[in-house]
């Protein structure tokens, strides 16, 4: 259905999704006060290279489908950055919490 | 040519939001970023719905840029002023649209709606009203697009870019990565493509790197730039963002963007392919 390249809308993800056998990075960005949303999300395989890269919803939810592998995420923001590491092993949802500050 | 011919800093376009025959676009293939703020005075273009035939796989003829455009409020002789989301891929597309159809005074915002977001500048949801206007396109100028059988025809001959990520080269994903993986009936590549993923251009904050870090990077993957190029991707925007740094910021004179991409070049029968990394 999706034939264009844009990232979708950001949406959170329950923890028990089915992700039809699909490697997923999802989780929250966080700031000083809770989730922060807006932040541009970086997705970096385990060279540091760039994958792709989603804008956080407003309630700082971003999920990526990506493949097995250990995998950064990293947040820009306006106030600020931050990263965080998540191995996924294999099919499922992997889920990783960013703090910017 | 220079980068400031093509490219504007998000400081110039918050100076210029008021100077007359300047018109600002925002363009993405999902609106509703537009919707929820954008620069003040920019019109929307939305990439599929605007740009794209309804029917067939092709862009708006002649008359439907210039119905658009008309409808846009941009006239013939206004400086455009590009920008959206995804570091600029729609806007880049956009951007090598308006040169397809003959419109020279386009440059784009570096860094697109990112940076702008990143500088913490001030976006809009009042939706501008524009006059109408009588804009005229010309031909497409097919010196800057490639089709599928120029496209084969390459192979071994012109420099092939594949600016997807290593992934989607090898043939180990169909999509980039924030996107379901569905598309192309086979995965891989097209043979003797280089891949320099689109990103590798680009800065974090979504700026396109220097004229000559962009030509170190081509350099170092074995583009010869005694030949012609044609970049591809998987439907042509991220493409657009490398033909964008390798035409307008090196100055390569010969570049054509493959707009079919790897979603005709994979579906496509008897044609030769190559999976795994180079």
Redesign the interface.
Known sequence: ?????????QTAIAADADTGG?VVVAGKVTGGEGPLG?A?V??L?ADG???????ASPDGDF?????PGTWTVRA???SGNGQASVSAEGPGLHQVTIAVA | MSREDVLVTTQWAEDNLDTPGVVFAEV???T??YDGGHIRGAVKID??NELQDPVRRDFVDKAGFEALLSAKGVGNDDLVILYG???N??AAYAYWYFKLYGHDKVKLIDGGR?KW????RELTTEEPKREHTGYTAKEQDLSVRAFRDEVVAAIDTKNLIDVR???EFSG??L????????SAQRAGHIPSAVNV?W??AAN??GTFKSADELAELYNEAGLDTSKPTIAY???G??SSHTWFALRELIGLEDVKNYDGSW?EYGSLVGVPIETGAK
């Open positions: 259905m999706t034939d264009g390249c844009g990232a979708p809308a699909q807006g541009y970086r997705l395989n290279e760039f994958t792709g890269e989603v804008q999920r990526f489908y990506a493949a820009l923001h306006r | 993405d293939e999902d509703t970023a990439w599929k989301g995804n570091n891929w729609f990112k977001e990143l500088d913490g990520s290593p992934d180990k994903l999509a980039p990565a924030h996107l379901p993986q569905e993923p990103s590798k974090e904050d991707c998987r439907i925007e991220r979603t």
